[in-house]
């Protein structure tokens, strides 16, 4: 029987979402609460794997096991134990063909920058201080829809068959003065492609790359041509669609 649990965690301390040799990561301390409450070793699969201090607002996973359970009492005991900065929204029962990553039909991320000097945006935004043409750097998003492969935004030697995604929105918009939220959606994303991607709109955004330019970046497919990677406390994975 195979079980969706949907969750949340701010990633400040672990070393991402994937299970690691030497560092703590959500899906180890949610395998670990799991498999003390059923009393059997679970492993659960994440719809994806966040970077290290990538956090989460919304995260989907699935786990299996031979017996009906109470979703919403597991769901409880699971807060009761995991740490403050994991929690879980629900447990809830699907079909044994759906798959909490390879079902998934579109994921979007939300990437913060700040302007402004601000005490309490500095562990969730990134905080920037020379200026951005937000309306260029729109009309740079907009170019992201229009190609597949984006092998220019993934981390190199990254294990991964396909550098094809596909992007279905791209866009900057102002959340308050200063304060900035990049959005995008994609079928899937590669490793580090949505900080590569922010860090090259950033280029744009400053007059060192023109929209020629970022064209030319896609097209080249060459990780170091496109703009640096930028600081993962500021990103958000936000939404995982089925």
Known sequence: MRYFITLSYDGGRF??????????SVQGELQRALSLLLREEIQVTGAGRTDAGVHASMMVAHFDVDRDLDGQQLAYKLNRLLPHDIAVQRVERVGDDLHARFSATRRTYYYYIHTRKDPFLR???CELHYPLDFARMNEAAAILTEYEDFGAFCKSHADVKTMLCHVTKAEWTETAP???RFEISANRFLRNMVRAVVGTLVEVGRGRMTLDDFRKVIEGKRRTEAGESMPANALFLVDIRY
Do not use: D, E, F
């Open 123 to 125: 562990h969730y935004s």
């Open 15 to 24: 070393h991402g979402w994937q299970v690691q040799p030497n560092g703590i």
């Open 178 to 180: 200063g304060q900035w």
